[in-house]
């Protein structure tokens, strides 16, 4: 039974630039959030999804946007990528607002 | 808002003592409290946690325990070893009618244990 996964591992990006981040849920789980953590800083929530819709969000500008799929997989787009939004984004699934499991994340980098 | 603060930010023990992480949370809906321990370049893996109608709560040499009154929580790890170095991480999680159940982490603790 595989995990959270999550992809690409690393991406670098320039400032202004777009960015699609992946992941897939653990087998049996139906949604997924996401979190962002800048270096040395706990997990900031960014928004969750379940049943293809956005259900929560945190504390960040709409140019943070997601998607689910029917398959429960997500997306998290970034557009015009600001220096600040370097970090690790972590996405961790669920069974509704159950225990949540994370990936290994995506670390981006914006130049 | 809501807010969970975390002490302290870095921890340095001797194998074989104890270690204690303490964890304050602001929202008094708060019903879940877990615990991660993320190693470097890691994933946050959950190690233990505690729901809010139980003050304590035990796995091998880790233990949680709750005071919901103070709204406070710990994290103990005794006997500890090498492997245990790495950043831990305290969440609270409210539940409830129009709330998914997102966590609030703490800022880390950074444990250390030497050999």
């Known amino acids: 039974d595989a995990g959270v996964t999550q992809s690409p591992t690393h991406l670098i990006k320039t400032r202004g630039q777009q960015v699609t981040l992946r992941c897939s849920p653990k087998?049996?789980?139906?949604?997924v959030s996401w979190y962002q953590q800048a270096l040395g800083q706990g997990p900031q929530f960014i928004f969750q999804?379940?049943?293809?819709?956005?259900?929560q969000r945190g504390n960040f500008p709409d140019r943070f946007s997601g998607h689910q799929f029917p398959n429960y997989s997500s997306e998290l787009n970034v557009n015009a990528l600001l220096l600040g939004d370097s970090a690790l984004y972590l996405c961790?699934?669920?069974?509704?607002?159950?225990?949540?499991?994370f990936g290994p994340g995506t670390r981006l980098t914006v130049l | 808002g809501e807010n969970v603060e975390q002490h302290p930010s870095t921890l340095s023990v001797q194998e074989g003592d104890s270690a204690v992480i303490k964890c304050t949370y602001s929202?008094?809906?708060?019903?879940?409290f877990p615990w991660y321990k993320q190693e470097l370049g890691k994933r946050p893996q959950l190690i233990i946690d505690i729901r809010s109608n139980v003050g304590e709560k035990k796995d091998q040499r880790i233990a949680v325990t709750l005071n919901k009154t103070a709204k406070h929580f710990s994290l103990h790890i005794t006997e500890t070893q090498p492997e245990d170095s790495a950043v831990y991480f305290c969440a609270a999680k409210a539940s409830g009618s129009g709330n998914t159940g997102k966590l609030i982490f703490g800022q880390g603790t950074t444990l250390q244990v030497k050999p």
């Open positions: 929202d008094s809906a708060s019903n879940y």
């Open positions: 087998s049996g789980h139906d949604t």
């Open positions: 999804y379940y049943e293809e819709e956005e259900r």
């Open positions: 961790a699934s669920s069974h509704r607002v159950g225990e949540q499991f």
